[in-house]
């Protein structure tokens, strides 16, 4: 089964922190790399970062880039995404996504470069 389930997300104040995770099959997990979407009310969904099947490519958005932190633990079939210094801004539904290719594209922010994708976590940030 080709279930993508994301976890951790939740209510927090500005500047404190998140560790989302997903969890997927062998069969993604092994295969592809993966990325970590996002999408606020009204808003278009944004990728905000990808990394490589083997980890060790990675790739952020500049509205992320310095705050968020993209890794894989491939023993345990789990991406994750620690976001740190979390802003108002950071309040969006985010998702996880996998398929199309072992690397991060050029096109890696882009939903057409991903074939599998999670249910989505909401986070909001808000005092």
């Known amino acids: 089964q080709d279930d993508m389930v994301e976890s951790g997300g939740g209510l927090v104040q500005p500047g404190n922190s998140l560790r989302l995770s997903c969890t997927t099959s062998?069969?993604?997990?092994?295969?592809?790399?993966m990325g970590w979407f996002r999408q606020g009310t009204g808003k278009e969904r944004e990728g905000i970062s990808c990394?490589?099947?083997?980890?060790?490519?990675?790739h952020y958005a500049d509205s992320v880039k310095g705050r968020f932190t993209i890794s894989r633990d491939n023993s345990k079939n789990t991406l994750y995404l620690q976001m740190n210094n979390l802003e108002p801004d950071d309040t969006a539904m985010y998702f996880c996504?996998?398929?199309?290719?072992?690397?991060?594209?050029?096109?890696?922010?882009?939903?057409?470069?991903?074939?599998?994708w999670g249910q989505g976590t909401q986070v909001t940030v808000s005092s």
């Open positions: 996504a996998a398929g199309g290719y072992s690397y991060c594209s050029p096109s890696w922010s882009l939903q057409s470069d991903y074939n599998y």
């Open positions: 990394i490589s099947w083997s980890g060790g490519t990675t």
């Open positions: 062998d069969a993604i997990f092994d295969r592809y790399a």
